[in-house]
T-cell receptor, first 115, second 113 residues
Framework: GAGVSQSPRYKVAKRGQDVALRCDPI?????LFWYQQALGQGPEFLTY????????KSGLPSDRFFAERPEGSVSTLKIQRTQQEDSAVYLC?????????????FGPGTRLTVL | GENVEQHPSTLSVQEGDSAVIKCTYS??????FPWYKQELGKGPQLIID?????GEKKDQRIAVTLNKTAKHFSLHITETQPEDSAVYFC????????????FGQGTRLTINP
């Protein structure tokens, strides 16, 4: 079946603009994660959903970052008033179960460039 | 919180030789250690993982070892091939709370033909 998909793949925003990044997880996957990957670095955790519930948002860097998953499937990461330091690849991952150790399946990411 | 250190940052080996990447972690409560391969323009892909109740795991040319006492784990790739060229990330996780992964900084592996 299809893997995790993300759109858009590339986004260029002017400083101060709002952006919305979409993640379509693998169908039926309970858990959904967002990570931020700066150039040349490992991914860093942003937030985690189990179905529609956002159980952990400790990694969101500021209140300009907001994520939602209203129906427990598609998720959107929104960044308000973008800053240059927000430039990064935003990765979405899903896994099939709510607890325990599960393989996280990653999407290709959205590369955000803030000018 | 957990901190994962990975080295080397770059590694170049001749085709057919072995490659070893090492990681250390700080939180003794971590008990799940996956390794991901990331190719240019793609998301990370799991290649092997190990849980703290075992010391070694092998899958064809790839193996991972874990030393819980020293809090380090390593990835071993034997008989390297050009398609092994990529960036490799180690990660650590723990049972309590969400299953978020804490990643190392990555190793860019280049296989020279």
């Amino acid at each position: 079946g299809a893997g995790v998909s993300q759109s858009p793949r590339y986004k260029v925003a002017k400083r101060g603009q709002d952006v919305a990044l979409r993640c379509d997880p693998i169908s039926g996957h309970v858990s959904l994660f967002w990570y931020q990957q700066a150039l040349g670095q490992g991914p860093e955790f942003l937030t985690y959903f189990q179905n529609e519930a956002q159980l952990d948002k400790s990694g969101l860097p500021s209140d300009r970052f907001f994520a939602e998953r209203p129906e427990g499937s598609v998720s959107t990461l929104k960044i308000q008033r973008t800053q240059q330091e927000d430039s990064a690849v935003y990765l979405c991952a899903s896994s099939p179960l709510g607890t325990g150790f599960n393989e996280q399946f990653f999407g290709p990411g959205t590369r955000l460039t803030v000018l | 919180g957990e901190n994962v250190e990975q080295h080397p940052s770059t590694l170049s080996v001749q085709e057919g030789d072995s490659a070893v990447i090492k990681c250390t972690y700080s939180d003794s409560a971590s008990n799940y250690f996956p390794w991901y391969k990331q190719e240019l323009g793609k998301g990370p892909q799991l290649i092997i993982d190990i849980r703290s109740n075992v010391g070694e795991k092998k899958d064809q040319r790839i193996a991972v070892t874990l030393n819980k006492t020293a809090k380090h784990f390593s990835l071993h790739i034997t008989e390297t091939q050009p398609e092994d060229s990529a960036v490799y990330f180690c990660a650590a996780s723990w049972w309590e709370g969400a299953q978020k992964l804490v990643f190392g900084q990555g190793t860019r592996l280049t296989i020279n033909p």
